[in-house]
Structures are given as structure tokens and as C-alpha cells.
């Protein structure tokens, strides 16, 4: 399967507790973006890197968010001290060249957080 | 800012029949590209179909087609012939022009589209 995978599927941790969650893109795709998804809403930006570099970072990632794509290839988000509002979906997407310029995103199945 | 609504929280369609949904977008930018996305119930979210706002002709895909009417800023999705396995969630989404150097969605709240057999 060479789409983007993501790990866990489900998470269910305490509040207060870190966890990690981890994107492997499409291999040839240097562009990686992480959205949140809460129920009954569409996806909100939270980061996004080019190779290694992280370019933009929402409003939406607090201080207790990190996001990491070392080498440029899988990525690592973050969450210190859960809160139960950070319960979640978190959705993984990686784009590339594209013929028109589109770079359409592919998405992952996406990591649900449940914060107890 | 930019935003996009979907105004249609649900749908239903018999199967065999055709339903349209819904997008309208807010934008100062000229150049961008729209997206519908399909996300089947625990399921990850497929591309369906794709738009670039500098091409007059609108896009289609199978059974999948778009009205992009630019002036009006809006981005239906029409699927014909619908089928079980098209009952999942909608998604529209907008894309940042590329000049801004990101690449980044926003996207709407979704339509959940029923398949009544």
C-alpha cells in the first residue's frame, strides 16, 4: 500500500497525559499537513511542512503542540498534557508535483484521540 | 479571511437518481482551486474532484460533475446515477493560491449524503 498511513488509529489517554502520533506520507510527496477534525465539522489546518521545514503553524496549535518531520520523510505530532478538548480527529495528508499545479492532498485514515 | 460553507447538512438521493450539493466560498483571490472531497464512514477521505478557478470548463470525473461559477463563488458537485457506495460525507474545500507559498485547505462542514435503495 503506498498511500499515507497513520499510527495509532485510536488513542485513548487520561488528561494530562503526552501523547504522539505519527504520519507516514506518500514517499515521493515533500509537502506533509496535519488537520484536526472534531465531530461534525470539516477539517481545520493545524501545520504544515515542505521537506523538513516547518512553514506554518495555526492558531489552532497551542504551545503544548509540537509537530517534527525529521529528514524530511514520516512525521510526529505532539500533544503535552492533554486537555479533553484535544479529543479529536487527527488527519495526516501529503501532497506533490502535480500536472496543473493542483498538489491535491491525499489523506491518511486519520489518528482518534479520546482524552478521558 | 477565506471560508467556505456548505449549507446542506444532509442530503438524500434515491439510488439511480442525481443530487446536487452545495458550495459557496469567500475569497479576494483570483487565482485558487477547489476541491470535493468523500469521506465513507470510517473510512479516509478520497478526492473526488478538482477545479482550477482560471478554467471556465467545469470539471468532471464519471459521474461526478462540478458548475464552478466563478463570479457567483460557488462550487456545486452533481453526482449522477448515484449509487450505495456513494453515501459518505462531502467535503468542499478551498485552496490558498500558490503564491502564498503554502498549500493549505480550508475546508467546509460537510454534507452527509443518504443513498436510499
Known amino acids: 500500500d503506498t498511500g499515507v498511513s497513520q499510527n495509532p488509529r485510536h488513542k485513548i489517554t487520561k488528561r494530562g497525559q503526552n501523547v504522539t502520533f505519527r504520519c507516514d506520507p506518500i514517499?515521493?510527496?515533500?509537502?506533509l499537513y496535519w488537520y484536526r477534525q472534531t465531530l461534525g465539522q470539516g477539517p481545520e489546518f493545524l501545520t504544515y511542512?515542505?521537506?523538513?521545514?516547518?512553514?506554518?503553524k495555526s492558531r489552532l496549535l497551542s504551545d503544548r503542540f509540537s509537530a517534527e518531520r525529521p529528514k524530511g520523510s514520516f512525521s510526529t505530532l505532539e500533544i503535552q498534557r492533554t486537555e479533553q478538548g484535544d479529543s479529536a480527529m487527527y488527519l495526516c495528508?501529503?501532497?506533490?508535483?502535480?500536472?496543473?499545479?493542483?498538489?491535491?492532498?491525499?489523506f491518511g485514515p486519520g489518528t482518534r484521540l479520546t482524552v478521558t | 479571511a477565506q471560508t467556505v460553507t456548505q449549507s446542506q447538512p444532509e442530503m438524500s438521493v434515491q439510488e439511480a437518481e442525481t443530487v446536487t450539493l452545495s458550495c459557496t466560498y469567500d475569497t479576494s483571490e483570483s487565482d485558487y482551486y477547489l476541491f470535493w472531497y468523500k469521506q465513507p464512514p470510517s473510512r479516509q477521505m478520497i478526492l473526488v474532484i478538482r477545479q482550477e478557478a482560471y478554467k471556465q470548463q467545469n470539471a468532471t470525473e464519471n459521474r461526478f460533475s462540478v458548475n464552478f461559477q466563478k463570479a457567483a463563488k460557488s462550487f456545486s458537485l452533481k453526482i449522477s446515477d448515484s449509487q450505495l457506495g456513494d453515501a459518505a460525507m462531502y467535503f468542499c474545500?478551498?485552496?490558498?493560491?500558490?503564491?502564498?507559498?503554502?498549500?493549505?485547505?480550508?475546508f467546509g462542514t460537510g454534507t452527509r449524503l443518504k443513498v436510499l435503495a
Open positions: 495528508a501529503s501532497s506533490g508535483a502535480s500536472a496543473g499545479g493542483y498538489y491535491e492532498q491525499y
Open positions: 474545500a478551498y485552496r490558498i493560491p500558490r503564491t502564498s507559498g503554502t498549500y493549505k485547505y480550508i
Open positions: 511542512f515542505q521537506n523538513e521545514a516547518q512553514l506554518e
Open positions: 514517499s515521493e510527496h515533500n509537502r
